[in-house]
């Protein structure tokens, strides 16, 4: 299994523009969240599904948008970027039963200038 | 609203020293709680869990008790190595149904070990 994977590991990004972080699992998940990680914050919610076809907001939504077509992907658009929104990226998952270990990607850098 | 708190950081220690680093959270019914570790450059790995009140969660020489009276989950380790230097993260699990999976963290203690 290569577990939880992201793409890209680091990305530039000028104000306005727009892209798709990518996330994927092959561990048949049914739960998947973004958080974003950004320095003396911990880490926040940002959007997190229960399975392909539903997904919420977390603690800090706006700016992004996310979509669920698959159990295996879970993609997070930038429509269009602002320098608050660098930070660092991190894609989790984890079964939707009791076992709520999270399983968490390695990363992607955004710099936004 | 739920919340963590842990100890600022960052923690230098010499190779062989007690660990411990405070955690305490705030939270409306029973959350499980976690400590997770960030080594340099990689992603988060769960380092132990409890799921209820006098639980005790343990990995790799790591352990932390959940104390329902004091809302605590303090990390301890007897004897710290150098592979141990990363930032170590407390959080909770809240909500009900779909948003169990929802974790909300601490800031991060980044423990630094001194061979």
């Known amino acids: 299994n290569a577990g939880v994977t992201q793409t890209p590991k680091f990305q530039v990004l000028k104000t306005g523009q727009s892209m798709t972080l990518q996330c994927a699992q092959d561990m048949n998940h049914e739960y998947m969240s973004w958080y974003r990680q950004d320095p003396g914050m911990g880490l926040r919610l940002i959007h997190y599904?229960?399975?392909?076809?539903?997904?919420d907001q977390g603690e800090v939504p706006n700016g992004y948008n996310v979509s669920r077509s698959t159990t295996e992907d879970f993609p997070l658009r930038l429509l269009s970027a602002a320098p608050s929104q660098t930070s660092v990226y991190f894609c989790?998952?984890?079964?939707?039963?009791?076992?709520?270990?999270?399983?968490f990607g390695p990363g992607t850098r955004l710099l936004v200038l | 609203g739920n919340s963590v708190t842990q100890m600022e950081g960052p923690v230098t220690l010499s190779e062989e020293a007690f660990l411990t680093i405070n955690c305490t959270y705030t939270?409306?019914?029973?959350?499980?709680l976690f400590w997770y570790v960030q080594y340099p450059g990689e992603g988060l790995q769960l380092l132990l869990k409890?799921?209820?009140?006098?639980d005790k969660g343990s990995n790799k020489g790591f352990e932390a008790t959940y104390r329902k009276e004091t809302t605590s989950f303090h990390l301890e380790k007897g004897s710290v190595q150098v592979s141990d230097s990363a930032v170590y993260f407390c959080a909770l699990s809240e909500g009900y149904g779909g948003s169990q999976g929802n974790l909300i963290f601490g800031k991060g203690t980044k423990l630094s070990v001194k061979p």
């Open positions: 939270a409306t019914g029973y959350p499980s």
């Open positions: 409890a799921t209820k009140a006098d």
């Open positions: 989790a998952s984890s079964y939707s039963g009791t076992e709520r270990t999270q399983y």
């Open positions: 599904s229960v399975g392909a076809g539903i997904t």
